[in-house]
């Protein structure tokens, strides 16, 4: 079937370190792969984005590259901040059909000054 | 542009007492989607909507119905509400139809059942 697997959390560093936070698919066909943001007592929004192999999603220095060799879509910041503490998501939508999301269990990040 | 809009933001329910769920979107999205977060558990998808008058099941639809009678409505209706049902509830919508579009999400709802 069709999954997402994230690293387990929580991850605790402190500003201006480097994150990385992994993520794994298993997918049928071709996904779109997507990292989604949720701030406490928020919904979730939108990170970044990817629809094709080899394709860099940007944000806010936040990057991922879908990497169909590795079914991997890691999300890497080179420098964080106290406000980017929150929960990350890692999610595939198939092609087609409902557009419906599969999403990872999340990655909580808590950013100390 | 208020996006998409959940009420209430917070509910506590007696088991076996019944609720709605309210969603609307202003973007004239086609798709709308319903998810339930549970600690540590990511999003499971309960209902999903690709436009109005169809609807159908996602992951988890045990113990919800839906309704999507308009573009811009989708209520989640818990019927006999049991502690399982405990969590926080996310509406979400998209352009759909090959858009390539991300879905965007409300603020959700935290719902108790005692």
New interface residues.
């Given amino acids: 079937g069709n999954s997402v697997t994230q690293m387990e959390g929580p991850v605790t560093l402190s500003e201006e370190a480097f994150l990385t936070i992994n993520c794994t698919y298993t997918a049928t066909g071709y996904p779109?792969l997507?990292w989604?943001v949720q701030y406490p007592?928020?919904?979730?929004?939108?990170l970044l984005?990817a629809?094709k192999a080899d394709d860099k999603g940007s944000n806010k220095g936040f990057e991922a590259t879908y990497r169909k060799e590795t079914t991997s879509f890691h999300l890497e910041k080179g420098s964080v901040q106290v406000s980017d503490s929150a929960v990350y998501?890692c999610a595939l939508r198939l092609q087609?059909g409902?557009?419906?999301?599969v999403?990872?269990?999340?990655t909580k990040l808590t950013v100390n000054p | 542009n208020a996006g998409v809009t959940q009420t209430p933001k917070f509910r506590i329910l007696k088991i076996g007492q019944s609720m709605t769920l309210q969603c609307a979107q202003d973007m004239n999205h086609n798709y709308m989607y319903w998810y339930r977060q549970d600690p540590g558990m990511g999003l499971k998808l309960i209902y999903y909507s690709v436009g109005a008058g169809i609807t159908d099941k996602g992951e988890v639809p045990n113990g919800y119905n839906v309704s999507r009678s308009t573009t811009e409505d989708f209520p989640l209706r818990l019927e006999l509400a049991a502690p399982s049902q405990t969590s926080v509830y996310f509406c979400a919508s998209s352009l759909g139809t090959f858009s390539n579009q991300p879905q965007h999400f409300g603020d959700g709802t935290r719902l108790s059942i005692l």
């Fill in positions: 779109s997507f989604y007592g928020e919904g979730l929004q939108l984005k629809t998501f087609g409902s557009e419906k999301l999403f990872g269990k999340g």
